[in-house]
């Protein structure tokens, strides 16, 4: 009786596969429209893929022209809002060192007219000793001292605040420059970001964005130069802009972002137009009735819903519905011819 059981059991199992199989491969077959290409109904011309209309109203497929469009090219880099202090820093120490210098300016130039007036006295034998020379000589000599001392701890700030910033914001430490008075009082923020390629920035025009939850999302931002330093995180080189104060913490995240200032002019084309061939993006392009090429799009730019490009006409017809079973067809053709050579 057992055996009995387990052969009705094995009869059941091969009968529910079959019909598994059976089904599984109709429905597979009616889900795949390159299978209603017959091979009579297309071939290779060349680089051209003959198609008769029949067989395009069977796969549905569809062309339109592109709309043309301009299109101004835009990169974005993630930026930080950085720390000012160590300019408002050197700022103060600038003004103090500059005070001191003209004070001890003014008492170089006395004790030099000092020391000129008693060499002339002890040249001309008139109530002034040598040791009276010595002593203007050596008071001098330590005024002079003292003031290169001054000269070089300005520069020595210069120098320095330049290596971390830039030449400009060195230049204009503890003078009335509308750029150092606007840090100080914090009326524009200082944004770094790196760059890992060459870049024309003279071409491009600035904005900062900032994070979703900000009102004032966006505002206008001006190149000041190469960032003096780095962080060990940032490849490429590194550059510094100002914006609007961005209210915004110390080491805030923001995005920089640069609009080219020359438009480009070409088309806008839906991403259901493309295929992914050998690494490579490609469209359909309709050269007449029955025939169609396949282009390859060697620069483009993403949008919204597209893609944008220079390559394609506005007056050119493009496949949208249908691309892709244009490529299977022109696969399995040139496999057969390659079988057949």
């Not at 008769?52 to 974005?76: G, H, M, N, V």
């Not at 914090?186 to 600035?206: H, I, M, P, T």
């Amino acid at each position: 009786m057992l055996k009995v059981l387990l052969i009705a059991q094995a009869i059941i199992i091969v009968i529910l596969t079959w019909a598994v199989s059976i089904v599984g491969k109709d429905e597979f077959h009616s889900s795949d429209p390159t299978e209603e290409i017959e091979s009579s109904r297309s071939r290779m011309e060349g680089n051209l893929i003959w198609i008769d209309e029949i067989t395009q109203q069977s796969i549905k497929l569809t062309t339109e022209r592109p709309i043309a469009k301009e299109y101004t090219p835009k990169k974005i880099f993630p930026g930080v809002v950085v720390p000012v202090n160590s300019i408002i820093s050197a700022n103060e120490e600038i003004k103090l060192l500059s005070t001191k210098k003209l004070e001890m300016n003014l008492r170089y130039k006395q004790k030099k007219q000092d020391l000129t007036r008693i060499s002339a006295l002890f040249n001309s034998e008139k109530k002034a000793s040598e040791r009276q020379v010595e002593l203007a000589q050596v008071d001098f000599e330590k005024t002079k001292q003292s003031l290169r001392e001054l000269t070089i701890r300005s520069e020595a700030i210069r120098l320095n605040t330049q290596a971390q910033w830039t030449e400009e914001i060195s230049r204009s430490l503890g003078t009335s420059n509308t750029l150092i008075m606007s840090i100080i009082e914090g009326k524009v923020s200082l944004v770094r970001f790196s760059v890992r390629e060459e870049f024309d920035f003279e071409n491009f025009s600035w904005v900062v964005e900032l994070p979703f939850n900000y009102k004032s999302a966006v505002l206008n931002a001006e190149i000041l130069g190469p960032a003096g330093t780095t962080e060990d995180d940032e490849p490429g080189e590194t550059w510094l802009l100002k914006s609007p104060s961005l209210n915004l913490a110390s080491n805030s995240p923001v995005s920089v972002v640069s609009y080219s200032k020359k438009k480009l002019v070409g088309v806008n084309i839906q991403n259901s137009a493309m295929v992914r061939y050998a690494g490579q993006t490609w469209i359909y392009v309709k050269r007449n009735k029955h025939k169609f090429e396949r282009v390859i799009l060697k620069s483009m730019f993403q949008t919204d819903n597209s893609i944008f490009t220079e390559e394609i006409m506005s007056n050119e017809e493009i496949v949208t519905t249908g691309a892709q079973i244009l490529l299977s067809e022109e696969l399995k053709h040139l496999i057969t011819n390659e079988n057949e050579d």
